[in-house]
C-alpha cells in the first residue's frame, strides 16, 4: 500500500467557526468550499472540516457520546500555547499542571472536538 496523503478531518455545523479556529491554532489560512474548508500552511492542508450540520460533540473524557478521535499537538512553551489556545476559543476540560515538566491539557474547539496541547 502507498499512502500518498493522510487528511484528518473534523465534522462541524459551522464550518466559519471551525476552521477559522483551527487556522488560527495553526497560524495558516482557510480555503474554503461550500461543504469543506482546508486548513493550510505554508501551501500544505494539515487539516479539512467537513460541513455535517447533525454533529453531536463527544463528551470526554466521560460521558455517553465518547471521542472518537482526538489531535495530541505538541508545543514547547505550554503557558503560552495554552493562553493562545484559550483565547481563540477553546474550552479547557481537563487541566494538567502547566508547571509540571510534561503533561498534556484537554481542550475542545469551537465544535465541541477534543484536543490536547502537550508538553515534555
Not at 454533529?55 to 472518537?68: E, F, I, K, L, N
Not at 478521535?69 to 493562553?83: C, K, P, R, T
Not at 479547557?92 to 515534555?120: E, I, N
Request: hydrophobic share 40%.
Amino acid at each position: 500500500m502507498d499512502i500518498l496523503r493522510t487528511t484528518i478531518v473534523l465534522d462541524a455545523p459551522d464550518l466559519e467557526a471551525e476552521s477559522t479556529f483551527w487556522a488560527a491554532m495553526y497560524g495558516g489560512s482557510v480555503e474554503k468550499d461550500w461543504d469543506w474548508h482546508d486548513v493550510q500552511v505554508g501551501g500544505r492542508t494539515v487539516l479539512a472540516i467537513q460541513l455535517a450540520p447533525n454533529h453531536v460533540p463527544p463528551q470526554w473524557p466521560g460521558g455517553d457520546q465518547q471521542q472518537q478521535a482526538h489531535l495530541d499537538l505538541h508545543v514547547g512553551d505550554i503557558a503560552a500555547a495554552d493562553a493562545e489556545a484559550r483565547r481563540l476559543g477553546a474550552q479547557v476540560v481537563q487541566r494538567g499542571d502547566l508547571q509540571a515538566s510534561s503533561g498534556f491539557v484537554v481542550y475542545t474547539d469551537p465544535a465541541g472536538h477534543p484536543f490536547c496541547l502537550c508538553w515534555g
